[in-house]
């Protein structure tokens, strides 16, 4: 796994990276925290894994994600994005 960006927003208390992996088959969510956690040494319940992207006939894969100083500020984050989920959807 290539790391392309690393950095530190102190504001939401995370870490958010993107990186590069190449692999045969599109990684889950779950392969991806856990090969984060493997690479930054962080608990697997404090990373939230937002995209796995890849391209037709490529084998890499970007990975974008965060890893959280603690599950609590996880939590809330999960929560933010929902609300705004939720307010962005058009009424039916």
Same mark, same amino acid.
Do not use: H, V, W, Y
């Given at each position: 796994m290539e790391i392309k960006k690393? /950095?530190?927003n102190a504001l939401?208390?995370?870490? @958010?990276i993107k990186a590069v992996l190449e692999s045969a088959?599109?990684?889950s969510y779950a392969e991806?925290?856990?090969?984060? *956690? @493997?690479? %930054?040494?962080?608990?697997e319940e404090n990373i939230l894994v937002e995209a796995v992207k890849g391209k037709f006939g490529m084998s /890499? %894969?970007?990975?974008?994600a965060s890893i959280y100083d603690s599950k609590e500020l996880m939590e809330a984050a999960k929560k933010r994005q929902t609300k705004v989920k939720k307010a *962005?959807?058009? *009424?039916a």
């Open positions: 690393d /950095t530190k939401l208390g995370r870490r @958010e088959k599109n990684p991806a925290a856990k090969l984060i *956690a @493997e690479q %930054f040494k962080a608990s /890499t %894969f970007l990975i974008s *962005a959807a058009p *009424a």
